[in-house]
């Protein structure tokens, strides 16, 4: 028998792993840029936003008013959040979740139940897509 060398070895099994990875990737079909033409409205949802200015913790802010960080600010101007559940800009963050009253239910439909949103979650308002749904 013969034996395989080091880097043969890997080689060989890299060529397989990613052989393997290859075939078990999911399709995915050419997406749009576009919303699409016709969009529902959900009765009832609610899109929130990161308030980078306020903390519901009273030690981390005492008075109720924080001045936060540049990457807790460019994260909060852009991101629309499906539910009251946040996506922090970084750990440590104590941005409020709030309310986004400017998102009306049938924006609500087309930014996060659509074909350019399949897992339904956090949307940034810099994405082509997203600025054609806001109009912008």
Same mark, same amino acid.
């Given at each position: 028998m013969q034996r395989m060398s080091r880097r043969r070895f890997l080689a060989v099994g890299g060529g397989? %792993?990613?052989?393997?990875l290859a075939? #078990? *990737? &999911?399709?995915l079909g050419p997406t749009t840029t576009t919303p699409p033409a016709t969009t529902t409205g959900l009765a009832g949802a609610v899109a929130y936003r990161l308030d980078p200015n306020y903390s519901a913790?009273? %030690?981390? #802010?005492?008075?109720?008013?924080?001045?936060?960080? +540049?990457?807790? *600010? +460019?994260?909060?101007?852009n *991101?629309?959040? &499906?539910?009251?559940? &946040?996506?922090r800009a970084h750990p440590g963050c104590k941005c409020l979740v709030v309310p986004d009253p400017s998102i009306t239910p049938e924006t609500y439909g087309a930014l996060f139940a659509n074909s350019n949103n399949p897992t339904g979650g956090p949307v940034d308002r810099r994405w082509p897509w997203v600025s054609a749904v806001l109009g912008g």
């Open positions: 397989w %792993v990613a052989l393997f075939a #078990c *990737r &999911p399709k913790d009273p %030690v981390a #802010c005492p008075g109720g008013t924080c001045i936060a960080c +540049a990457a807790c *600010r +460019a994260h909060a101007a *991101r629309i959040l &499906p539910s009251a559940e &946040p996506v």
